[in-house]
């Protein structure tokens, strides 16, 4: 039998007895004592120990803690969790296991760990509350954000923890349903200061993405004396040292796969050394072993296990209903004992029972009990458990259970549970007799899939919905949908295109479609810019020849044919359409939805007229637009758009903030990491630039351009190479800055960095690098957008352009319109810049006093603004004048982090603290946290002294 230290490295499964069984009927095996390495007795896991025991006095102390605990099948992951569990006194403890089964059910392992704590649900903020609810089918609703349920569990959690310290422990989380491990690795990241310890244990070998960059433990193997001394404890009789250190080598540290080895063994084999090699992988000899074992037991048992096995929820009631379905009773309990406890819930002694005990079973024996599972489950109280069983447990096609699955998946559509709407409409394709209704009902699943973030399961069930019987109008819908795909994937560049041969295929079936999906077409194209641009005038074109404009054109209609002149027209004879549609978009009541679709295009259009003012307020109301309709995952693409033009005006803490706010977001809502210019890289990168950090911002633009070079996505390369002329501009390297300028204006003109902003850098750096015909030749290129838009950003910018390639009085006074026009403007980083080059040129042409005036204005803006690269380009151009730059002192609102700067942005408008956690996706303690540190360091006490601070 197993000593101490082998049930204790065996975690539940020892502790349980599931250790001995394991072991069963290996004579020879005795119990002995040993040395462990903690108080708990789990030998060579004192480090580990020590770590889980810091961690729980943190949470005692008031702060938080988050930790993955990392390691392959059987190397005591769950042993270290029952080691936290019973080492948190004064805690409260609650646990959940991912289940392989219920990995496609929303919220499934989510609903479990929250449950104990449900009677908190009322005392949410009312869209927590709602969307938790609906997520976990308590009430009827909208379909809840997953951002927003992440920040309901959040609030649940800290309310939980002003009680008593909240220890959340996550096993087998590479088995939790998607949507769980999202909302489980929001917590992770926002968790603080609320008293909230949340462990997830997860098996290395089934890397969970949503967990990637939270705090990690390793677990790896025993050190070779550790499971020298394991054998020691477990071998009573004689023991062939080259035996056991072939055991040692082959279990690689493993102790489960060792104690595993040990039972395979016969007494010759170890004490002679003659036993046979083996080449199987750790879990996959644990799990052999476990099969042995079953095939000891009786058919009756077997069965009553494969029951348990199928049955992801572990409902205690709801096995043996459906066990007396198969004619089991209690009396066949006793032999599984070993395997499984039977308490409220049904768990098994080791995940890897479960599975073992489910795929040893044969295809028929397993549909018997899912039917039977089925005839159990009340079909008002969980009908969509009752259809799942229903379908495992039929193999031929079944209109009515396809049905049933169907239905499953509208109600699973209402919780947001994606993942669980695709699973359930593709099993009812497969189980639909009409090869027409298949192929739709495969299309269907189709879309659910890509929506949930599975593309490669959306391609092979849009390729099954293909070579069925579709109509056109389907067919066409396939397609779009295949674009789609492509477009959220590795392969963007083929979106548009793709997207074009759709709207060309809806163009006769519905003409409202092909125009929308046409402007969906530039939208990729534009975010992507294959082939220099070239694709992006080609989809233009099609747009303006195949749909013309209706009589009573929508907001989209107006939109589209803007967009479409801009790309394809000069831009003078396109502006009067884009202001139309501008204005209308602005002024005129149009529907909620039709805001959300398409507010992207109208603010591409006020970039392209150098509307500094609508673009601004576009942005702004994006952020709220999405915010209110709790569609957080769309998100960071809304706030990179604002960032940009916190940039252009100055408003460089606030643009931290949107960036933090970015890195949230994606690490929340599971957002692909390759987002181009849109993720928090490229919020990094605007930062670093204006900050004039030039390290931070070569290496931030040469992997963003790298990354997007693979991809074929010139637009970031564009929006870089644009952002590194700024920043070589503003530190003097002017050969540098016009390389980069050149480069950024190559792509064809689409409306922002290329078309807009890359040429005033190349005038400034083609001049002043010495080459005036470059610079003309830029000039001409931003004269195209400036003059079609004639809004004093557009004019002062090229009023500044146009006096750097002029002289005497018709430069002096080009300076002075272009500061006149951009005082007028919200753009103060063009304004510093109209003061600099100014000065620079009077101080060129000896005029000190005037340049010295010019200079310390540029200077002081841009040390207000914290762009260090510029301020120094004004310091040294002030020293060749002759005065010394008053160095400013650091203000005090200088000391606080982003972070803090934004929290008292949002307590200046007299927000709560609560409404504030619910602002920046962190719980009230949180805030409260931020805030004592803010009092502290600005020597304040109270709120109300926040207006007072710089």
């Given at each position: 039998?197993l000593?101490?230290?082998?049930?204790?490295?065996l975690?539940d499964?020892?502790?349980?007895?599931?250790?001995?069984?394991?072991?069963?009927?290996?004579g020879?095996?005795?119990?002995?004592s040993?040395?462990?390495g903690t108080?708990?007795?789990?030998?060579?896991r004192?480090?580990?120990?020590?770590?889980?025991?810091?961690?729980?006095?943190?949470?005692r102390?008031?702060?938080?803690?988050?930790?993955?605990?990392?390691?392959e099948?059987?190397?005591?992951?769950?042993?270290?969790?029952?080691?936290?569990?019973?080492?948190?006194?004064?805690?409260?403890?609650?646990?959940v296991?991912g289940?392989q089964?219920e990995?496609?059910?929303?919220?499934?392992?989510?609903?479990s760990?929250?449950?104990?704590?449900?009677?908190l649900?009322?005392?949410?903020?009312?869209?927590?509350?709602?969307?938790?609810g609906?997520?976990f089918g308590?009430r009827?609703?909208?379909?809840?954000?997953?951002?927003?349920?992440g920040?309901a569990v959040l609030?649940?959690?800290?309310?939980?923890?002003?009680?008593?310290?909240?220890?959340?422990?996550?096993?087998?989380?590479?088995?939790?349903?998607?949507?769980?491990?999202?909302?489980?690795?929001?917590?992770?990241?926002?968790?603080?200061a609320?008293?909230v310890?949340c462990?997830?244990a997860?098996?290395a070998?089934?890397e969970?993405?949503?967990l990637?960059g939270?705090?990690?433990?390793d677990?790896?193997?025993?050190?070779?004396?550790?499971?020298r001394?394991?054998?020691?404890?477990?071998?009573?009789?004689?023991?062939?040292?080259q035996?056991?250190?072939?055991?040692?080598?082959?279990?690689?540290?493993?102790?489960?796969?060792?104690?595993?080895?040990?039972?395979?063994?016969t007494r010759?084999?170890?004490?002679g050394?003659?036993?046979p090699?083996?080449?199987?992988?750790t879990?996959?000899?644990i799990?052999?072993?476990f099969?042995?074992?079953?095939?000891?037991?009786?058919?009756?048992?077997?069965?009553?296990?494969?029951?348990?096995a199928?049955d992801p929820?572990?409902?205690?009631a709801?096995l043996w209903?459906a066990?007396?379905?198969l004619?089991?009773?209690?009396?066949v309990?006793?032999?599984?004992?070993?395997?499984?406890v039977?308490?409220?819930?049904v768990?098994f002694?080791?995940?890897l029972?479960r599975?073992?005990?489910?795929w040893?079973a044969?295809?028929?024996?397993?549909?018997r009990?899912?039917?039977?599972l089925?005839?159990?489950?009340?079909?008002?109280?969980?009908?969509?458990r009752?259809a799942?069983?229903?379908?495992?447990?039929t193999?031929?096609?079944?209109?009515?259970?396809a049905?049933?699955?169907?239905?499953?998946?509208?109600?699973?559509r209402?919780r947001s549970?994606?993942?669980?709407?695709?699973?359930?409409?593709?099993?009812?394709?497969?189980?639909?007799p009409?090869p027409?209704?298949?192929?739709?009902?495969a299309?269907a699943?189709?879309q659910?899939?890509h929506l949930?973030?599975?593309?490669k399961?959306?391609?092979?069930?849009?390729?099954?919905?293909?070579?069925?019987?579709l109509d056109?109008?389907?067919?066409?819908?396939?397609?779009l949908?295949r674009a789609?795909?492509?477009?959220?994937?590795?392969?963007g560049?083929?979106?548009?295109?793709?997207?074009?041969?759709?709207a060309r295929?809806?163009?006769?079936?519905?003409?409202?479609?092909?125009?929308?999906?046409?402007?969906q077409?530039?939208?990729?194209?534009?975010?992507?810019?294959?082939?220099?641009?070239?694709?992006?005038?080609?989809?233009?074109?099609?747009?303006?020849?195949?749909?013309p404009?209706?009589?009573?054109?929508?907001?989209?209609?107006?939109?589209?044919?803007?967009?479409?002149r801009?790309l394809?027209?000069?831009?003078?004879?396109?502006?009067?359409?884009m202001?139309?549609?501008?204005?209308v978009?602005?002024?005129?009541?149009?529907?909620?939805?039709?805001?959300?679709?398409?507010?992207?295009?109208?603010?591409?259009?006020?970039?392209?007229?150098w509307?500094?003012?609508?673009?601004?307020?576009?942005?702004d109301?994006?952020?709220?637009?999405?915010?209110?309709t709790?569609?957080?995952?769309?998100l960071?693409?809304?706030?990179?758009?604002?960032?940009?033009?916190l940039?252009?005006?100055?408003?460089?803490?606030?643009?931290?903030?949107a960036?933090e706010e970015i890195?949230?977001?994606?690490?929340a809502?599971g957002?692909?990491?390759?987002?181009?210019?849109?993720?928090p890289?490229?919020?990094?990168?605007?930062l670093?630039?204006?900050h004039?950090r030039?390290?931070?911002?070569?290496r931030?633009?040469?992997?963003?351009?790298?990354?997007?070079?693979?991809?074929g996505?010139?637009s970031?390369?564009?929006?870089?190479?644009?952002?590194?002329?700024?920043?070589?501009?503003?530190?003097?390297?002017?050969?540098?800055a016009r390389?980069?300028?050149?480069?950024?204006c190559?792509?064809?003109?689409?409306?922002?960095?290329?078309?807009?902003w890359?040429?005033?850098e190349?005038?400034?750096?083609?001049?002043?690098?010495?080459?005036?015909?470059?610079?003309?030749?830029?000039?001409d290129?931003?004269?195209?957008?400036?003059?079609?838009?004639?809004?004093?950003?557009?004019?002062?910018?090229?009023a500044?352009?146009?006096?750097?390639l002029?002289?005497?009085e018709?430069?002096?006074?080009r300076?002075?319109e272009?500061?006149d026009?951009?005082?007028?403007?919200?753009?103060?980083?063009?304004?510093?810049r109209?003061?600099?080059v100014?000065?620079?040129?009077l101080?060129?042409?000896r005029?000190?006093?005037?340049a010295?005036?010019?200079?310390?204005?540029?200077y002081?803006?841009f040390?207000?603004?914290?762009?260090?690269?510029?301020?120094?380009?004004?310091?040294r151009?002030l020293?060749?004048?002759?005065?010394?730059?008053?160095?400013r002192?650091?203000?005090?609102?200088?000391?606080?982090?982003?972070?803090?700067?934004?929290?008292?942005?949002l307590?200046?408008?007299?927000?709560?603290?609560k409404?504030i956690?619910?602002y920046?996706?962190v719980?009230?303690?949180?805030?409260?946290?931020?805030?004592?540190?803010v009092?502290a360091k600005?020597?304040?006490?109270?709120r109300?002294?926040?207006?007072?601070?710089?």
């Open positions: 039998m000593g101490k230290v082998g049930l204790e490295l975690g499964a020892g502790r349980h007895g599931g250790g001995l069984s394991v072991l069963g009927g290996a020879g095996l005795t119990g002995g040993h040395r462990s108080k708990a007795g789990l030998l060579g004192q480090a580990e120990c020590e770590a889980l025991d810091r961690l729980l006095t943190a949470v102390a008031g702060q938080s803690r988050t930790l993955v605990i990392r390691g099948a059987g190397v005591g992951k769950s042993a270290l969790l029952e080691h936290l569990t019973e080492s948190a006194s004064g805690c409260r403890v609650v646990r296991a289940v089964s990995m496609e059910l929303a919220f499934a392992a989510l609903h760990l929250c449950a104990p704590m449900l009677d649900l009322d005392g949410l903020p009312g869209p927590q509350r709602d969307a938790l609906t997520a308590l009827a609703g909208p379909v809840p954000d997953r951002l927003l349920v920040m609030s649940l959690l800290a309310a939980a923890a002003d009680e008593r310290p909240l220890v959340c422990v996550i096993d087998d989380a590479q088995w939790l349903d998607h949507a769980s491990a999202q909302v489980l690795a929001f917590l992770g990241r926002r968790l603080f609320e008293s310890a462990v997830f997860v098996c070998a089934n969970v993405d949503e990637s939270l705090p990690v433990m677990v790896a193997g025993l050190s070779t004396g550790d499971a001394a394991l054998l020691r404890s477990v071998v009573s009789g004689p023991l062939d040292e035996v056991r250190d072939r055991l040692v080598v082959e279990a690689c540290g493993n102790p489960l796969a060792l104690l595993e080895l040990v039972r395979e063994c010759p084999e170890l004490a050394g003659f036993g090699p083996t080449a199987q992988t879990s996959g000899r799990e052999d072993g099969r042995r074992q079953l095939g000891h037991l009786p058919a009756h048992t077997r069965r009553l296990l494969l029951l348990a199928a929820l572990g409902d205690a709801l209903r066990a007396a379905r004619g089991l009773g209690v009396a309990v006793g032999a599984a004992n070993d395997m499984i039977l308490g409220v819930r768990r002694r080791h995940p029972m599975s073992a005990v489910y040893a044969l295809p028929e024996e397993r549909r009990v899912h039917l039977a089925a005839e159990a489950t009340d079909v008002d109280a969980d009908p969509d009752r799942w069983h229903r379908a495992h447990g193999a031929q096609p079944d209109e009515d259970v049905a049933e699955l169907e239905r499953s998946a509208g109600r699973a209402a549970g994606l993942a669980a709407v695709g699973a359930f409409l593709e099993r009812a394709a497969a189980l639909t009409d027409r209704r298949r192929a739709e009902r299309l699943a189709a659910a899939k949930a973030g599975a593309p399961p959306a391609l092979a069930l849009l390729a099954w919905a293909q070579a069925g019987p056109e109008l389907r067919l066409a819908h396939a397609e949908l789609e795909i492509a477009s959220t994937s590795d392969h560049e083929s979106a548009a295109p793709m997207l074009l041969k759709a295929r809806f163009e006769p079936l519905d003409t409202e479609l092909a125009r929308d999906t046409y402007l077409a530039l939208s990729t194209a534009m975010g992507v810019l294959p082939d220099g641009g070239r694709g992006l005038v080609e989809i233009a074109a099609a747009t303006r020849a195949t749909v404009v209706p009589a009573a054109p929508r907001v989209a209609d107006l939109l589209l044919d803007a967009l479409a801009h394809t027209e000069d831009a003078r004879i396109a502006a009067p359409a202001r139309h549609a501008l204005t978009f602005l002024s005129e009541e149009i529907s909620a939805e039709e805001e959300f679709r398409w507010l992207w295009a109208a603010h591409t259009i006020a970039v392209a007229l509307d500094d003012r609508s673009g601004r307020e576009l942005a109301r994006h952020v709220r637009l999405i915010r209110d709790g569609a957080l995952a769309l960071p693409l809304a706030l990179s758009r604002r960032l940009i033009l940039g252009f005006e100055g408003e460089l803490h606030e643009a931290a903030s960036n890195q949230t977001l994606v690490a809502t957002v692909r990491s390759n987002l181009g210019f849109q993720g890289a490229g919020g990094a990168l605007v670093a630039t204006w004039g030039q390290a931070e911002a070569e931030l633009a040469n992997a963003l351009m790298s990354e997007a070079a693979s991809r996505e010139g970031t390369v564009s929006v870089s190479q644009w952002l590194r002329a700024v920043l070589h501009n503003s530190l003097g390297q002017y050969e540098e390389s980069a300028a050149e480069h950024a190559a792509h064809h003109p689409s409306p922002g960095a290329a078309a807009h890359a040429p005033a190349l005038v400034e750096a083609a001049v002043y690098s010495g080459e005036r015909e470059l610079a003309s030749q830029a000039l290129q931003l004269v195209l957008t400036t003059q079609a838009s004639g809004t004093d950003w557009a004019l002062g910018v090229e500044r352009s146009r006096a750097l002029s002289q005497g018709e430069a002096d006074g300076y002075r272009a500061i026009r951009l005082r007028r403007t919200r753009m103060r980083v063009d304004l510093a109209s003061h600099l100014y000065g620079e040129w101080r060129r042409e005029r000190r006093l005037d010295r005036e010019q200079l310390r204005t540029a002081e803006l040390v207000a603004m914290g762009m260090e690269g510029f301020a120094g380009r004004a310091e151009e020293l060749a004048t002759g005065e010394t730059a008053r160095r002192t650091a203000e005090t609102a200088d000391q606080l982090t982003p972070r803090e700067t934004q929290i008292v942005r307590a200046r408008q007299s927000m709560t603290n409404e956690a619910g920046l996706y719980s009230t303690r949180t805030v409260e946290y931020h805030l004592g540190k009092y600005l020597g304040i006490t109270s109300g002294q926040l207006q007072c601070i710089p």
